[in-house]
């Protein structure tokens, strides 16, 4: 793996190497290549070492070597002279982002709203790349009935196995999701995964006709999630919206007469507001 192709391959906004909107001369590539060792860093590989970075963040042995010498000494990193972790440091940018950005502030209230009515857990999640991202996330306090492994904000979840990833999948233009597919593996997660792309095609298609995704323990056994597309009065996508429930609730009877009209009912609301 090329620095290049590590750095597009963690911005899919870049196109030849060079991000959209800012000219090759402008881009400072050693902080995008920091940027990439940063983010080599994720829940199947908590500690590196120099070579595990190198291969993960597409650089020579050297040059990870110095970047990871550098993000611990600035504090991003810890270290035990041998591999290296992610400090407490880092929660700093999620923090700034949930205490400033629009979007959580926004829907944070509905969520607490929805989550005291039904006792259930609800989330809101956008698209970076091959993941969704939770932005906001209620969890109702005394009655929760289910909770999945690993839903909190921050947290970054596969988009091909999940309610909320789906759906906004399916809200991409036609031909950037033929791109998105194209020469893609989907990693099976459960016994219940669907890797196959001709079907993981179809299944998009049904979201985008039926304009909604239910996902059935394809992420994690156990975990059913319902999740609608959230968005703005010009009609483009901007999140989406899900409910983590038990199976029973979410059988076909028992989806259209409680939990799918609560959901639809809060993307109205919020249409205005996005």
Request: with cysteine; glycine share 6%.
């Amino acid at each position: 793996m090329t620095a290049q192709y590590a750095i597009c391959r963690h911005n899919p906004a870049m196109n030849n190497g060079t991000p959209a909107g800012i000219a090759k001369a402008d881009l400072i590539e050693g902080m995008a290549k920091g940027m990439a060792v940063l983010e080599s860093f994720d829940t199947e590989r908590q500690r590196l070492n120099a070579t595990q970075a190198a291969e993960r963040a597409g650089l020579t042995r050297a040059a990870a070597r110095r970047h990871l010498l550098t993000l611990a000494y600035l504090g991003y990193l810890e270290t035990d002279g041998s591999h290296y972790w992610l400090s407490p440091k880092v929660l700093r940018f999620s923090g700034s982002y949930l205490a400033s950005a629009r979007l959580p502030r926004l829907l944070q209230p509905t969520l607490n709203r929805l989550a005291a009515l039904t006792r259930e857990s609800f989330s809101a999640a956008v698209l970076d790349g091959d993941e969704v991202v939770i932005v906001a996330r209620s969890v109702s306090i005394g009655g929760q009935r289910l909770m999945a492994y690993g839903l909190h904000l921050g947290a970054r979840l596969p988009a091909h196995a999940t309610s909320t990833g789906r759906v906004l999948l399916a809200a991409m233009p036609r031909s950037a999701f033929s791109a998105w597919l194209k020469g893609r593996e989907l990693p099976r997660l459960t016994p219940r995964t669907t890797v196959d792309l001709k079907s993981f095609k179809a299944i998009i298609a049904r979201v985008r006709e039926d304009d909604l995704s239910i996902a059935q323990e394809e992420h994690e056994l156990g975990v059913h999630a319902l999740a609608v597309p959230l968005r703005n009065m010009q009609g483009r996508t901007v999140a989406a919206l899900n409910v983590v429930a038990s199976p029973e609730r979410l059988e076909t009877t028992r989806l259209h007469q409680d939990l799918l009209p609560l959901l639809l009912d809060a993307a109205r609301e919020l249409r205005p507001l996005l």
